[in-house]
Nanobody, 128 residues
Framework: QVQVKESGGGSVQAGGSLRLSCTAS????????MGWFRQRPGTEREGVAFIHSSRPFTYYADSVKGRFTISHDTTKNTATALLVMNSLTPEDTAMYYCAANLICYSDHEEPRTDFVSWGQGTQVTVSS
């Protein structure tokens, strides 16, 4: 069982920056593909950014390319992802959910969530 804990987020004015951190832990936590989905009220869940802990792979939604950067750090039984969000706009306002144990197969497609472990979610609010 992979446990996922996330931190960061909060409120910022448009043009500002925020960071999200997420740690997956457990005997099968590493290697893993992990990252963030987000959901705005009344909308579908959207994949934001993902990274693999042991091979070159990143995915960014078109809406965040050039503004968000995902990176990772690993130990034997943990994998930590960091999402740096710059040039934030009110359209980035959402609940952000970290996910680990994803199936990442293409940098043009959102990962599959067949065996996903979810974090508790963190709110990001960007005011104009």
């Amino acid at each position: 069982q992979v446990q996922v804990k996330e931190s960061g987020g909060g409120s910022v004015q448009a043009g500002g920056s925020l960071r999200l951190s997420c740690t997956a832990s457990g005997p099968t936590a590493n290697p893993t593909c992990m990252g963030w989905f987000r959901q705005r009220p009344g909308t579908e869940r959207e994949g934001v950014a993902f990274i693999h802990s042991s091979r070159p792979f990143t995915y960014y939604a078109d809406s965040v390319k050039g503004r968000f950067t995902i990176s990772h750090d690993t130990t034997k039984n943990t994998a930590t992802a960091l999402l740096v969000m710059n040039s934030l706009t009110p359209e980035d306002t959402a609940m952000y959910y970290c996910a680990a144990n994803l199936i990442c197969y293409s940098d043009h497609e959102e990962p599959r969530t067949d065996f996903v472990s979810w974090g508790q979610g963190t709110q990001v609010t960007v005011s104009s």
